[in-house]
């Protein structure tokens, strides 16, 4: 299940799609860019004709965005999911690691490729964290074999890594990343890991794992347009790695599910450095505007966003059913997250939209709360 049901959300409640503020899908609300509409609008008439499918122009502005020295490290694709579904298809492992909870496309692709899925539990609260990504790999996939235990992953599985995190929104350093996918890529295991959110983040440089695929020659970063740049009608996503690896993964594949738009969009929106800086700027803003609401009051627990969306876990006298269901009366659609693994009906994922938005949810949400119990 995904959050961004908005046809499903209309239809249920009689609302249009107009008047639902859409909270559940974790998409930048200040785009599409300008710069990203022009250009689809300027490509429109491009459809006549079939997509580029070297995905050159894309490629170009990418490299040149995340300073990528060669073009050939890169592959790109319609949409993040694309991206990891392409690489699991060619390196088709027995066993695909994910940390949970976790978005569901992991699992989903793992499936496809007949590997079965490792469960590594994730701490969900940064307050109650002591072990990191490798400890906790390292205690619920040992190295020596533990009857009851799942086996270390050996070269030729996957394992997935998403920074910042969905949907607790928790960031990683980089330091702790690499601390991971050092021990495995030397191992030969495929590390996945998926940078999807970095964009959000202005200290993204720094975090991002894209300079050590070069000679960690099994590590796959996976970045996605869809989000940064509001585009979920279209879709963009790529994807980094070894270029002999990325020949392996293009080889058999489909290069034409990139479509034209999306291709236009991407290339505009990543070289538009002031929406990136706009973003960067309602980010703070909103983020701190979510710690002094969401984050102080007494009967909420907040992971404090790393990215543009937040986990918030309702006490448990909260009847959430009620909350939830008096909030779509008004409009206002959150994410619940019973069917994240290790997450249960108490705890709601909210998007982080414009001021006014997030404002109307918090004084509705809030509202809820203080009514007698
Ligand atoms: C962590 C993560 N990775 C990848 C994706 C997929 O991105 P795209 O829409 O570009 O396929 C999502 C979408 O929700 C996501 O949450």
């Not at 590997?115 to 190295?143: C, N």
């Not at 997030?358 to 009514?371: A, C, K, V």
Request: aromatic share 8%; glycine share 6%.
């Amino acid at each position: 299940m995904h959050g961004g049901r908005i046809y499903e959300y209309s239809k249920r409640t009689g609302m249009s799609t107009e008047d639902i503020l859409d909270f559940s899908a974790n998409i930048n609300p200040l785009g599409p860019p300008q710069s990203a509409m022009a250009a689809i609008v300027a490509a429109l008439n491009g459809i006549r004709h079939y997509p580029d499918t070297r995905h050159a122009a894309a490629k170009e502005v990418v490299c040149a965005r995340f300073e990528i020295p060669d073009s050939r490290a890169v592959f790109c694709g319609n949409g993040a999911s694309e991206v990891i579904d392409l690489t699991l298809r060619r390196v088709q492992p027995k066993r695909v690691y994910v940390f949970e909870p976790a978005f569901s496309e992991y699992e989903a692709a793992a499936h496809r490729v007949g590997a079965r899925v490792v469960h590594i539990p994730l701490e969900i609260f940064a307050s109650q964290r002591h072990l990191s990504l490798r400890d906790a790999l390292a205690a619920a996939a040992p190295q020596r074999n533990i009857p009851g235990n799942a086996p270390a992953p050996k070269a030729g599985d996957v394992v997935v890594v998403n920074n910042p995190h969905n949907p607790t929104g928790r960031c990683f350093m980089r330091a702790e990343v690499l601390e991971l996918a050092e021990e495995l890529c030397a191992r030969g295991v495929v590390v996945l890991a998926d940078e999807s959110f970095l964009d959000f983040r202005a200290d993204g440089g720094e975090l991002t794992v894209i300079p050590w695929v070069f000679q960690m020659r099994t590590l796959v970063v996976v970045r996605s347009a869809t989000k940064m740049y509001a585009i979920p009608g279209l879709r963009f996503g790529f994807g980094v790695a070894h270029p002999d690896l990325v020949a392996r993964i293009e080889e058999h594949r489909d290069f034409w599910s990139v479509n034209h738009l999306a291709q236009a969009a991407a290339t505009a929106g990543y070289q538009d450095e002031a929406f990136v800086q706009q973003t960067h700027q309602w980010i703070a803003r909103e983020t701190a505007y979510v710690q002094r609401t969401w984050g102080a009051h007494p009967r909420l627990q907040l992971e404090p966003p790393g990215a543009n969306y937040f986990l918030v876990k309702l006490d448990s006298g909260i009847d959430v059913e009620s909350v939830v269901s008096g909030l779509e009366h008004q409009g206002l659609f959150v994410r619940r997250c019973d069917d994240f693994r290790g997450l249960g009906s108490h705890h709601l994922r909210i998007a982080i939209r414009r001021h006014a938005d997030n404002e109307r949810l918090w004084l509705s949400f809030s509202d809820f709360l203080n009514r007698p119990l």
